[in-house]
């Protein structure tokens, strides 16, 4: 794994860049170039509805990740001979040890945070950054060549990224975001880049149970590893603390790139045992009255959805329902009818959407439709409706911007509402 594309930094001294949106990754660019000698203008929706006009004025252009990468006026000035950049692409720029980057659907945040856990245990000097973690540019002075990198990669940040990660790897790759990508064709495509700029020496590391996923394998030129959870050795499933069928993917995938960097098998089986989760990922909160309720308010999307369900044999009180981001719900539907769950409370404002599938799918149990009520209301509900021994759900399937701030609000929120409640219906 040699590392390619170094970039001088005097390159920034002077030149014209103007910053789109102002969020995390933005903050990061602007302190990160001022500090090379930039020129910095910061461009932010929410400060100026133009915000994209004259772009062509520039030297270069740092698209957050927020940004859609071909808007029109972006594309005109890339056109004129501006230089479309982003936060991750800079940092791709700088440094100079390993990356490593995962990418996927769903599964991303956990995936990153076991293989950093397993680095760390090892002694190696690794850091977790991209969507999770610290800010990227912000860990820059506190690296060096021996550094390793975990980098959580969204499509959002992939979509004009020119460079791959020295190890990719590839989770689960379905659908989402479809409210910001033109279709489907283009989040995935946006996705390949994580290994379409590969070379010999580096890894691709590719979950072998996705058509999409597996199809990676032919675009990039770098060594190949597939993973699956059905071959993931027995060692590595016993005893964990980590709930969920779904999760043995993300074991397996942080097992394979351990693997690669000749980790211990000592010290990979330790770390697997004992790793919890994440916050707002399937995360146990409380048992009352004999029901455990679980907070899985990252599910934005029905896939990790039907991935909690297929979690629990109890019955189950599911909690469905947010804010549009251009999902189908039928194959939930047909999950659910097929699955434990006996009951669904539904919220927000494609309640309607999630009802007429679930009709059309032929639920057969009850479904509450709580509108825009307060999170105590609704847990207060899931406590009266589920019965001793099952399990309560927050999983639902969309995004959280018509009730709540974003998923950790509202995540947030109901395990505040959930330890509230005692041993008393």
């Known amino acids: ?243 969920g069928e779904h999760n043995l993917e993300n074991i397996a995938a942080a097992v394979s790139v351990a693997k690669i960097l000749n980790i211990k098998k000592e010290i990979i089986q330790k770390v697997v045992k004992n790793f919890k989760g994440l916050e707002h990922r399937l995360e146990l909160v409380k048992t009352v009255n004999g029901i455990t309720f679980y907070n899985d308010s990252f599910a934005t999307g029905p896939q990790p959805t039907i991935a909690a369900i297929r979690s629990f044999s109890e019955p189950i009180t599911l909690i469905l329902g947010g804010s549009e981001k251009g999902h189908g719900f039928s194959e939930l539907a047909g999950e659910i009818t097929k699955s434990s769950v006996s009951n669904v409370v539904v919220i927000g404002e494609i309640r309607e959407k999630i009802i007429k599938a679930l009709t059309k799918a032929k639920f057969q149990g009850d479904v509450h439709d709580l509108g825009t009520q307060t999170m105590k209301k609704i847990v207060i509900k899931t406590l009266k409706t589920t019965p001793k021994g099952g399990v309560v759900i927050l999983s639902p399937a969309a995004a959280s911007f018509d009730m709540f701030d974003n998923y950790k609000d509202r995540g947030n929120q109901f395990k505040k509402e959930v330890q509230k409640l005692h041993g008393s219906k």
């Open 1 to 243: 794994m040699n590392y390619k594309n170094k970039h001088c930094l005097a390159s920034y001294i002077g030149k014209k860049i103007a910053i789109l949106g102002h969020g995390i990754e933005g903050q990061d660019a602007e302190k990160f170039l001022k500090k090379q000698g930039a020129l910095i203008t910061v461009l932010d929706q929410k400060a100026d509805k133009n915000y994209l006009k004259n772009l062509e004025r520039f030297d270069m252009i740092v698209r957050s990740p927020g940004v859609y990468r071909y808007k029109k006026e972006i594309v005109k000035a890339q056109k004129s001979g501006v230089r479309i950049a982003s936060p991750i692409h800079i940092f791709f720029d700088e440094f100079g040890g390993i990356i490593i980057g995962v990418t996927g659907t769903k599964g991303k945040g956990t995936t990153s945070t076991l293989i950093c856990d397993i680095l760390r245990k090892s002694g190696s000097d690794v850091f977790l950054a991209g969507n999770i973690g610290k800010p990227f540019l912000e860990l820059l002075p506190k690296l060096n060549s021996k550094s390793i990198v975990v980098l959580e990669l969204s499509s959002f940040q992939l979509i004009d990224l020119t460079v791959s990660p020295d190890i990719a790897v590839v989770l689960n790759i379905t659908s989402d975001h479809l409210d910001w990508h033109k279709n489907q064709k283009e989040y995935v495509e946006a996705k390949t880049n994580i290994v379409k700029h590969q070379n010999s020496d580096d890894w691709a590391v590719i979950n072998k149970e996705y058509k999409v996923s597996k199809s990676f394998a032919k675009l990039t030129k770098a060594n190949k590893i597939f993973f699956s959870k059905n071959t993931l050795e027995k060692e590595y499933k016993k005893g964990l603390k980590l709930k």
